[in-house]
């Protein structure tokens, strides 16, 4: 059974590129989570997604950034005109759906975002 | 504004000893804790959570305590193993009540780095 698979685990933008993040949750889990590290701090909850739908966005930045979960293929985090302060881990979590209470959220191994 | 705050940036042990790592919390809505633990460019790996409605919780030689009143929880782990050397963060989950409270987001803290000392 293969866990949360995080694509790619390494990115390297020009400032002004667009980035792309890409998340599988694990087999049978309907419930999405991405969170950035900056260097020296904790996770950041950024956004909560179910299959086509954002349950709670409060984390995400007004601009430039967007998430999707679609019906079918993987979550994507998409960073427009990326900036030098986007410079981060992003970790992507899934957690089973509605019915099992989420006490535990199980994490990719991140993609490590690196604007120059 | 931090709601889940661990004061210790590092914590280092001998190996066999007691560690303890500390965490508080200012939102009284939390209803589930967790501790997770990190390595170096992975992700973190769940270890252990506790209900806001119990005070303690043990799962081998992981005890997490939680003092409602103090908004205050621990982490302990005996004996410690220079192979639990990693970064720890506290999470606390804030209910998303639209969903009944079964769904949540995590809330982090920004870690505490063990050093497990053979």
């Known amino acids: 059974n293969a866990g949360v698979m995080q694509n790619p685990r390494h990115l390297v933008r020009r400032r002004g590129q667009e980035a792309r993040l890409r998340c599988s949750p694990m087999k049978g889990h309907s419930h999405v989570y991405w969170y950035r590290q900056l260097p020296e701090e904790g996770l950041k909850f950024m956004v909560y997604?179910?299959?086509?739908?954002?349950?709670?966005e409060s984390g995400m930045p007004k601009e430039r950034f967007s998430a999707e979960f679609p019906k079918e293929g993987p979550s994507i985090l998409r960073i427009q005109q990326v900036v030098r302060g986007d410079s981060a881990a992003y970790f992507c979590a899934s957690s089973p759906g509605f019915r099992v209470r989420n006490t535990e959220a199980f994490f990719g191994q991140g993609t490590r975002l690196t604007v120059v | 504004d931090q709601q889940v705050k661990q004061n210790s940036p590092s914590l280092s042990v001998q190996e066999g000893r007691i560690s303890i790592l500390n965490c508080d919390y200012t939102?009284?809505?939390?209803?589930?804790f967790l501790w997770y633990k990190k390595y170096p460019a992975e992700g973190p790996t769940f270890l252990i959570s506790i209900s806001s409605i119990k005070d303690k919780n043990e799962d081998g030689r992981f005890t997490v305590f939680l003092n409602k009143s103090a908004k205050h929880l621990s982490l302990h782990i005996v004996p410690s193993q220079p192979g639990d050397s990693a970064v720890y963060f506290c999470a606390a989950r804030r209910p998303i009540m639209n969903y009944g409270g079964s769904q949540g987001n995590l809330i982090f803290g920004k870690g505490t780095k063990l050093s497990v000392k053979p």
């Open positions: 997604l179910q299959k086509e739908n954002i349950i709670d």
């Open positions: 939102n009284s809505m939390f209803d589930y």
